[in-house]
């Protein structure tokens, strides 16, 4: 009896250790996978910290006339609020689908006027891009958003201080569908499902090089939108997201 209860103490001691260890070897992961949300959590976001099952979807590069009107018309079809992030001289270019995108109710970002690598850039560049941008954007719609997200998702720690200084939230994502290839509808399906999770921001592209066929993002959120609505997760804008991460932190969004 005495073994017994010994081998039981020992046992569950072990499961507490290894749980813990567990545990800690989650968090360095999560943190290694996102370090500038770690180090600079109140300008980053790359993911909401939740096990509540809301998911962002979040679209680059447009406006264009192709695709985004068809992936409007799909989240009108299922009532979801999504948030873009447009370029400047699409926006110049199609200032009508802008428009069309806040009226109905989505989110925008500023993704810079040329589309650069800025990490190759100084932060003078960055703020040129964003900037110029910005003008563009406030010509058409009244307003600036003032959430940024680099091409690439690619930014020094020099410019994350600088977007801090700017008053911009910088936004990556946690999820992506990699549609930037011409993937098929199965397989971008297949992306997101395999890696969708609480708290997630989706990558996908409402435009891009007229070389590039977006036709299966378009087919892929028909499937996709209902299939995560089924499993319980919520669509929200990445506006509200960062509310959920920083819930004593009252901010306006645009």
Known sequence: MVYKRF????????ILFFGLVYSANLSAQASAAYPLQVKYSNIMMYKAHTN??????????????????????????YDVKATFFLLGTRVHTYPDITKR?????????????????????????????IE????????????????????????????VRQLGVMGYRGIGWSVDS???KSLTANEIMQKVLTAVHPGAII????A????????????ALNELIPH?????????TISELWSIEHPHKREIFK
Request: charged residues 25%; glycine residues 6%; without cysteine.
């Open 208 to 219: 891009g090089h007229w070389t590039q066929d977006l036709t299966g993002t378009v087919n």
């Open 203 to 206: 990558l996908m592209h409402s």
């Open 178 to 180: 990699e549609d930037w």
């Open 228 to 236: 995560l609505k089924e499993k319980g997760y919520r669509f929200v």
């Open 132 to 159: 110029r941008n910005d003008q563009e954007i406030s010509s058409i719609i009244g307003f600036k958003s003032n959430l940024f997200r680099a091409p690439y998702g690619a930014l020094t720690e020099e410019q």
């Open 52 to 77: 509540e099952k809301v998911i962002a979807l979040s679209f680059d590069d447009g406006p264009d006339t192709r695709f985004t009107p068809l992936i409007l018309d799909i989240l009108n079809k």
């Open 101 to 129: 995108i806040v009226s109905e109710g989505h989110a925008v970002g500023n993704h810079t006027y040329w589309h650069p690598n800025l990490s190759d850039t100084d932060v003078q560049k960055m703020i040129w891009e």
């Open 7 to 14: 081998f039981l103490i020992v046992h569950v001691f072990f």
